[in-house]
């Protein structure tokens, strides 16, 4: 299924190919542990791109010169999520945007992608986690209409507290 964005109509979201997994995996951990978003030790998961692909949908955006610019691994149903408690309940994890794209839509079209393919799978609410240091994240969350689910907020290991975002579909 192929998505144009509003903002940016020469955008679509399609299924990754194996074959840009190694660039997905780069982007990723540069992303996230060189932007001091993730510690060191999260590196080997947020590279397993091959792993994620086959507990979701692995989404990408490319660029007018079809490198990968945005990933998002968006989850529908098993516990890849880690934050989802129900069936009725989708999540997505790993957002990424690669730097030199930022500030043009494509976090935005990978999110509104996830919560418009939750909806079509039947899907009543979209529930992610985030760390604390994720502020743009954060924006764009409350900006597409995501609100605050404290009561969710869960560490994975000691030292790393993450909050819970949710949006009703």
């Known amino acids: 299924m192929v998505v144009p964005h509003a903002n940016a109509p020469f955008r679509t979201v399609e299924p990754a190919r194996p074959g840009e997994f190694p660039s997905i995996a780069e982007l990723t951990v540069r992303v996230y542990v060189e932007g001091g978003l993730a510690p060191e030790g999260y590196a080997p998961e947020l590279a397993d791109v091959e792993g994620r ?61 996830c919560l418009d393919r939750a909806r079509h799978a039947g899907k009543r609410r979209m529930v992610i986690s985030t760390d604390p240091r994720m502020t743009a994240a954060h924006r764009l969350y409350a900006r597409l209409g995501f609100a605050r689910l404290p009561e969710r907020d869960w560490s994975p290991e000691p030292g790393v507290d993450l909050l819970v975002y949710s949006h009703e579909l």
């Open 53 to 113: 692909s086959t507990r979701s949908e692995l989404l990408v955006v490319r660029d007018e010169e079809n490198r990968v610019v945005g990933s998002v691994a968006l989850v529908l149903s098993g516990d890849f999520g880690n934050v989802t408690t129900s069936e009725e309940e989708a999540s997505f994890r790993m957002l990424v945007v690669d730097p030199s794209a930022q500030g043009r839509g494509i976090g935005e079209l990978l999110v509104t992608t």
